[in-house]
């Protein structure tokens, strides 16, 4: 069974950083894109970033860009998401997500159970 | 950017019954869409996908149509666990991929 489990959240002050992980299980990790998706309280998901299946190319949403790097250990099924320079906004839920299959025009499936960043003073 | 429009923001709808939600795209997006239901406190789970594929063990109540710019979500037979905010995205045109603002479905 497909499974994705993300650690890493708490709270954290406005400009520290955070690293967040998702470990992979149940499918051939080195074959499949995955993605950051984010969603603030009350609000509707917000995709992040994306790393290709292997780590060659990334890609980032204006709001995170320059701030979070995407990586990924394809050695142990992990994907990291680095949050750095921390803002208010950037306090949400956040998922990793599979690619659907191997190509970029993609949807997402399936998700993690998502943890939680909270970002104050 | 590709800008997802939902609507309605809310629909109630008796059990046994029908309810439609709508999804507009800002530009076309060929049948590059897909459909996620997010139940209270879970991740979103994926519906639909090509705009019309039911993804693996979804029932077949769940019924997406459309190409281009203008897609529908059709749920029948609606039962209490189909009470979730459903979301639409676009995967044609990216980054970003882009999710519209969701319709909460209640069911009265």
């Known amino acids: 069974q497909v499974h994705l489990v993300e650690s890493g959240g708490g709270v954290v002050q406005p400009g520290r950083s955070l690293r967040l992980s998702c470990v992979a299980s149940?499918?051939?990790?080195?074959?499949?894109?995955i993605h950051w998706v984010r969603q603030a309280p009350g609000k509707g998901p917000e995709w992040v970033a994306v790393?290709?299946?292997?780590?060659?190319?990334?890609y980032y949403a204006d709001s995170v860009k320059g701030r979070f790097t995407i990586s990924r250990d394809n050695s142990k099924n992990t994907l990291y998401l680095q949050l750095n320079n921390v803002r208010p906004a950037d306090t949400a839920v956040y998922y990793c997500?599979?690619?659907?299959?191997?190509?970029?025009?993609?949807?997402?499936?399936?998700w993690g159970q998502g943890t939680l960043v909270t970002v104050s003073s | 950017e590709v800008v997802m429009t939902q609507s309605p923001a809310t629909l109630s709808v008796s059990p046994g019954e029908r309810a439609t939600l709508s999804c507009r795209a800002s530009?076309?997006?060929?049948?590059?869409l897909a459909w996620y239901q997010q139940r209270r406190g879970q991740a979103p789970r994926l519906l639909i996908y090509a705009a019309s594929t039911r993804a693996t063990d979804i029932p077949a109540r769940f019924i997406g149509t459309g190409s281009g710019t203008d897609f529908t979500l059709t749920i029948s037979s609606l039962q209490s666990e189909d009470s979730a905010v459903y979301y639409c995205?676009?995967?044609?045109?990216?980054?970003?991929?882009?999710f519209g603002q969701g319709t909460k479905l209640e069911i009265k």
């Open positions: 530009q076309t997006v060929s049948n590059n």
């Open positions: 995205q676009q995967y044609n045109d990216w980054p970003p991929y882009t």
């Open positions: 790393m290709s299946h292997d780590g060659a190319n990334k």
């Open positions: 997500a599979r690619a659907h299959s191997s190509n970029w025009k993609n949807c997402f499936d399936p």
């Open positions: 149940g499918f051939i990790f080195t074959n499949y894109a």
